[in-house]
């Protein structure tokens, strides 16, 4: 096998999109020591990524060998691998990279008086030379697979590479608050993020609000080291899109921890929703194996049921400790524990008032029935002694159209209908889901859409992966009937929402939508599709909602009109049909 062949197929293993070029380089760059990251994208990284730091930069000789596989290897024997605190230990980032890409490196030391220039395209070198620049690197990474084009057949559109691309980024970012990172995609700044401490850091990704969601959670034992933020229970998302731990600053997946975390907010969380967490472990390396997997996202603890305890523990704790769960920590003085945003609010002590009218031996009055009342009373006996007492109907709303008999609601949850010879029982967030998963999309291909035009148009402020996601759906959005323009840079105004949003839900609905977009369990779908189905289930009434009768009547009549009432988009089944003949046998009926 040639050299060309062997690279090509180790590149299928380490760089499987934009996103992992980003990884590497940015590895590379925080392992060289820099305290300034630079990161320049085009159309989501698919045609030109460029990397700019001031590390400590690479000699003419290093800069060569550096494309060569495992030669910037850190590991000289297999015992290096329980004692490794850089980010990069195999060598083979830089070579797969090299392999699949058009690459341009410029790299100087402080100590010399030129830097060094080398162009390599599929592993071939073109041009070394020397060059005039400052102390560090920059890398310049042009059309990714440009000579594997099966691979790049199977790229993403550019904004679903570019939400790929600002997750590594974070990735790296998150954990060394002492670094100053920057991200700019198609010109445009996304992230500009100077050298602060951690809480501020996490405010800076995900806006300054976070400020007031997060609690701390710090505990140091024998066996690991727990530092970072939880969020509190009432913030919590329908998505998990804010869960991160790291492991000696290192990204990590574990959902064995992740368990861990969602036991401590135990009957904290409503029902489908996730708590937000940004943990640090710090862990002696030789208890640790990071050689898993070639992306490093997975790891091997060696005692993972005592790192569980710990983070579990650690956790709930916090949460006691700051008045959000039940707590027995004597040591702590509850009565001190009030949040400077409440201490104008604070109920005034509670006061004894007396009843100078009331007689204790005037007691002829006392549980002594009205007149209308003995009326009442006398009417619920004459109902109890009608013979055809058992045979009363609870009073529904009958639909002519459907030959349906009744409505009902099951749980809040479930809308039972009456019909000839069967009972159907319709799942009411599915089926609302369904109605405006079909209004939204015939709207955007061209239905005349109804609008409700807010009185006072809303500003909404989005962090910046939230507001790249709106800009690439803004022109869907206000297609579907939403009419959301933008105002600076973050920022966005709602004028007008479709008719059907209930009122004074609209920004809900919309940080909602997002979270929902930003999931991509719809990944599988058209993007217009993808912009229906996030929008209804946002925007769809959600189960444990009280129906009346006009409202289930409303909801079925919608159902029953759209192109398909029985599954949703994602093959959900919305309606459950019991047959006369089923129940009769269950009571036994011949």
């Known amino acids: 096998?040639?050299?060309?062949?062997?690279?090509?197929?180790?590149?299928?293993?380490?760089?499987?999109?934009?996103?992992?070029?980003?990884?590497?380089?940015?590895?590379?760059?925080?392992?060289?020591?820099?305290?300034?990251?630079?990161?320049?994208i085009n159309d989501g990284g698919k045609n030109l990524i460029r990397i700019t730091d001031n590390g400590c930069g690479m000699s003419e000789t290093d800069a060569r060998l550096c494309f060569e596989r495992y030669a910037t290897s850190k590991l000289r024997k297999a015992d290096d691998l329980y004692a490794i605190r850089t980010m990069g230990f195999r060598g083979e980032a830089m070579a797969s990279v090299a392999a699949v890409c058009q690459v341009e490196l410029k790299t100087k030391r402080e100590e010399d008086e030129t830097g060094t220039r080398i162009e390599i395209e599929g592993s071939e070198f073109k041009i070394q030379e020397p060059c005039v620049m400052q102390s560090g690197t920059i890398i310049t990474v042009k059309n990714i697979f440009f000579n594997v084009p099966a691979r790049r057949n199977f790229l993403k559109a550019t904004p679903v590479e570019a939400r790929h691309v600002m997750d590594e980024f974070l990735r790296v970012a998150l954990p060394r608050p002492e670094i100053g990172f920057s991200l700019q995609h198609n010109g445009m700044e996304v992230y500009?993020?100077?050298?602060?401490?951690?809480?501020?850091?996490?405010?800076?990704?995900?806006?300054?609000?976070?400020?007031?969601?997060?609690?701390?959670?710090?505990?140091?034992?024998?066996?690991?080291?727990?530092?970072?933020?939880?969020?509190?229970?009432?913030?919590?998302?329908?998505?998990?899109?804010?869960?991160?731990?790291?492991i000696n600053k290192r990204f990590v997946k574990d959902a064995y921890l992740n368990h861990a975390v969602t036991i401590a907010f135990n009957e904290l969380l409503p029902q489908g929703t996730f708590a937000s967490y940004f943990l640090f472990f710090e862990v002696d390396p030789s208890r640790i194996d990071v050689n898993i997997h070639p992306t490093k996202t997975e790891v091997k603890l060696e005692d993972e049921k005592s790192v569980y305890a710990i983070l579990r523990s650690s956790v709930k704790r916090a949460l006691g400790r700051f008045s959000i769960a039940p707590t027995l920590d004597?040591?702590?003085?509850?009565?001190?524990?009030?949040?400077?945003?409440?201490?104008?609010?604070?109920?005034?002590?509670?006061?004894?008032?007396?009843?100078?009218?009331?007689?204790?031996?005037?007691?002829t009055e006392i549980n002594k029935p009205t007149q209308q009342q003995n009326g009442q009373w006398e009417k619920l006996y004459?109902?109890?002694?009608?013979?055809?007492?058992?045979?009363?109907?609870?009073?529904?709303?009958?639909?002519?159209?459907?030959?349906?008999?009744?409505?009902?609601?099951?749980?809040?949850?479930?809308?039972?209908?009456?019909?000839?010879?069967?009972?159907?029982?319709?799942?009411?967030?599915?089926?609302?889901?369904?109605?405006?998963?079909?209004?939204?999309?015939?709207?955007?291909?061209?239905?005349p859409t109804?609008?409700?035009?807010?009185?006072?148009?809303?500003?909404?402020?989005?962090?910046?992966?939230?507001?790249?996601?709106?800009?690439?759906?803004?022109?869907?959005?206000?297609?579907?009937?939403?009419?959301l323009q933008p105002f600076g840079q973050n920022t966005f105004v709602l004028n007008a929402v479709p008719s059907y949003l209930e009122t004074g839900t609209e920004k809900k609905?919309?940080?909602?939508?997002?979270?929902?977009?930003?999931?991509?369990?719809?990944?599988?779908?058209?993007?217009?599709?993808?912009?229906?189905?996030?929008?209804?289930?946002?925007?769809?009434?959600?189960?444990?909602?009280?129906?009346?009768?006009?409202?289930?009547?409303a909801l079925f009549n919608d159902l029953m009109q759209c192109e398909m009432p029985y599954f949703t988009k994602s093959g959900k089944a919305i309606i459950f049909k019991l047959e006369k003949n089923e129940i009769d046998r269950k009571f036994e009926k011949s």
């Open 1 to 40: 096998m040639s050299d060309t062949v062997a690279n090509q197929i180790a590149a299928g293993e380490v760089i499987l999109r934009p996103s992992s070029v980003i990884k590497e380089l940015m590895e590379n760059a925080v392992d060289a020591g820099a305290t300034r990251i630079d990161v320049s």
């Open 192 to 246: 500009n993020l100077p050298a602060t401490h951690q809480r501020q850091r996490i405010c800076q990704v995900f806006g300054a609000t976070y400020n007031e969601r997060l609690v701390p959670v710090e505990e140091d034992t024998t066996i690991l080291n727990i530092k970072g933020f939880v969020g509190k229970p009432e913030f919590a998302k329908k998505v998990r899109g804010e869960q991160y731990f790291f």
């Open 330 to 363: 004597f040591n702590q003085e509850q009565a001190f524990n009030v949040p400077l945003s409440q201490l104008n609010t604070i109920p005034v002590q509670p006061q004894v008032k007396v009843n100078t009218n009331y007689n204790p031996f005037k007691s």
């Open 382 to 447: 004459e109902i109890a002694s009608t013979p055809d007492v058992q045979q009363t109907k609870l009073p529904i709303a009958p639909i002519e159209e459907n030959n349906a008999s009744a409505f009902m609601q099951l749980f809040n949850s479930y809308v039972a209908v009456a019909m000839p010879d069967e009972m159907w029982l319709i799942d009411q967030q599915l089926a609302h889901e369904k109605i405006v998963f079909e209004k939204t999309l015939l709207q955007m291909k061209g239905t």
């Open 450 to 483: 109804v609008m409700q035009q807010s009185l006072f148009p809303q500003q909404i402020e989005l962090d910046n992966r939230q507001a790249a996601t709106v800009s690439s759906l803004l022109e869907d959005l206000n297609r579907s009937g939403f009419d």
């Open 509 to 553: 609905i919309i940080e909602m939508l997002i979270d929902e977009f930003i999931s991509g369990e719809a990944s599988a779908y058209n993007p217009m599709e993808r912009v229906a189905i996030a929008i209804a289930r946002s925007a769809c009434l959600k189960s444990g909602k009280v129906l009346s009768a006009r409202e289930m009547s």
